[in-house]
């Protein structure tokens, strides 16, 4: 099975699972009240990706930063950055950020081709300043609401509106555009792997917290709420310490 053939079919459990949401939660407003009505389900899941991650993902990955040069990782992450930019372009674009796509077009094109393929970032050394757009995002401005957390199988944490942005956003990435699915899916694998070595560290403090699956929970929430707002997150809005760290 192909990576992309994996990723529909996350994304189509998170579907699946968001539509039961819409039966039993019953409006947006509920959604809000409790972004996580799956709570039981999700932490189950969580389980199970916390317990591949400690036996497969995370050795592979530290086995990676031991045997792989920083000079070399730092190309490889400005690589997959770049492949995955035509996706903040094309948002830009739907969110009526003009001027920041045409900045955004510029950067891809002078990392892929001055920066021979995106393994260097001269765009950067240029002043054109990176940015991060995504079709759930984009789902936000448009006054979509962002629905139940969602823990998935493997994939982590979503929320519908981001699971269902990852899956319409997947041929945006520059990845997938090789014809040739065994090295689309080794590309994958790659970026599965490098983005988890960019982890190890934060993983600890995870471990450390008093509720992990929460810490995870509100982190990601938070963040998404970021990234929507562009950083301009109302004080009230934010999540309150003791979230992070559950009940003493």
Known sequence: ??????CRLASLTALAMACT??????????AERNPDPFEKVNRAIYRFNETADRYVARPAAKAYRATTPEALRKGIGNF????????TIVNDLLQGKLR???????RFLMNTTVGLGGLFDPATEAGLEQHDEDFGETLAVWGVP?????????????????????LVGAPA?????????????????????HRRSTLIGIDEEVDQAFDPYLFVRDAYLQNRQYKILDGAVPEEELLPEDEFGGED
């Open 21 to 30: 949401a819409c039966g039993t939660t019953g409006s947006a407003s509920s």
């Open 146 to 166: 962002q629905g139940p957390y969602l823990m998935v199988p493997v994939f982590g944490p979503y929320t519908v509106a981001s699971g269902i942005g990852d």
């Open 173 to 193: 990435n520059a990845i997938n555009w090789n014809p040739d699915t065994d090295q689309v899916t080794l590309t994958w694998a790659g970026y599965l792997l």
């Open 100 to 106: 920041q796509g045409g900045a955004d077009l510029g």
């Open 1 to 6: 099975m192909s990576y992309r053939q994996i």
């Open 80 to 87: 997959f950055a770049n492949a995955r930019y035509p996706i």
